[in-house]
């Protein structure tokens, strides 16, 4: 489990193996309290709300209770994917003199569009601020499961719901292991894009929280994608700079080889000892000026 104090925040990993610490904790609490369940598979969230926590608990913990309620999106995803692959933050502990629970559900669902949660509207009531730190808190435990796709300038371009759903529309689940890689590595992959399963740049609330350039699915997103499969043959870019200045990207060394008349072993040297040949500085990254 995991607090952060300024914001009264409570994040249980796992939901299975933090249940005895989270019963102990709330059994008997009568508080009105809004948390959020998280698939960290797929990012997909659930929004809830009780006054009484340990006996909500009791419900998600009860298999025969959650099979007689398969129906409902959330405990289908709970029997299909079990609570080992759950997260579970309580956001917010409600003042029930101030405000009506059901309202501060409301809220919350609105501002975190759950994918779990049949009903996405609510009551006009939204009460105080979701703070960005609370978004980004969400933001990063919904992650986990998705992948972000940036550009070679670290652009956010989208969000993509997982790495399966990627290699699928590339068209070759053995693509994954590339995938996989270009993450590992920091790399860019196919020579375009930076692929991370969390965001990139931590300094930039409006990234953590997601505004991505596209949105899944999407005309812009079905380009991407065929623009993905058209550079398949690229293995690693090669970005050019003369005296500092970019003049080129090339797909692969051998290109940048007969273009510039530089041989392929000088520009890998370069690259490797990050040195500068006659001016030229040879890097697989876009430096940024």
Avoid at 17 to 46: A, E, T
Avoid at 157 to 167: G, T, Y
């Amino acid at each position: 489990m995991s607090v952060d104090s300024r914001l009264d925040i409570f994040v249980y990993d796992n939901f299975y193996n933090d249940r005895r610490k989270l019963y102990k904790k709330y059994n008997g609490d009568k508080k009105g309290r809004i948390y959020v369940i998280v698939n960290k598979l797929n990012g997909k969230l659930y929004v809830g709300s009780t006054k009484s926590l340990a006996n909500r608990l009791k419900n998600y913990l009860n298999l025969a209770h959650i099979a007689a309620q398969k129906n409902r999106p959330i405990h289908n995803a709970i029997l299909k994917y079990g609570l080992v692959n759950f997260a579970f933050i309580i956001v917010e502990e409600v003042d029930t003199n101030l405000h009506n629970v059901e309202d501060r559900e409301t809220f919350w669902i609105l501002r975190l569009n759950p994918e779990y949660n049949a009903t996405k509207n609510g009551a006009k009531n939204v009460g105080t601020v979701c703070t960005d730190e609370m978004k980004l808190i969400i933001s990063k435990k919904r992650s986990s499961g998705s992948i972000y796709i940036y550009n070679e300038f670290k652009q956010l371009l989208v969000i993509a719901p997982s790495l399966r759903s990627i290699a699928t529309l590339l068209g070759n689940a053995s693509i994954t292991i590339a995938l996989k890689r270009a993450i590992e590595t920091n790399s860019l992959f196919r020579g375009s894009w930076y692929l991370s399963r969390a965001p990139l740049l931590n300094e930039q609330l409006d990234a953590l929280i997601g505004k991505p350039l596209m949105a899944v699915p999407s005309e812009e997103y079905t380009n991407l994608i065929a623009q993905m499969k058209s550079q398949k043959h690229i293995l690693r870019a090669v970005f050019v700079f003369k005296d500092k200045e970019f003049i080129c990207k090339y797909n692969g060394i051998m290109e940048a080889e007969r273009a510039l008349k530089i041989s392929h072993d000088t520009i890998k040297l370069n690259i490797e000892n990050n040195t500068t040949y006659k001016g030229y500085t040879f890097s697989y990254h876009r430096i940024m000026g």
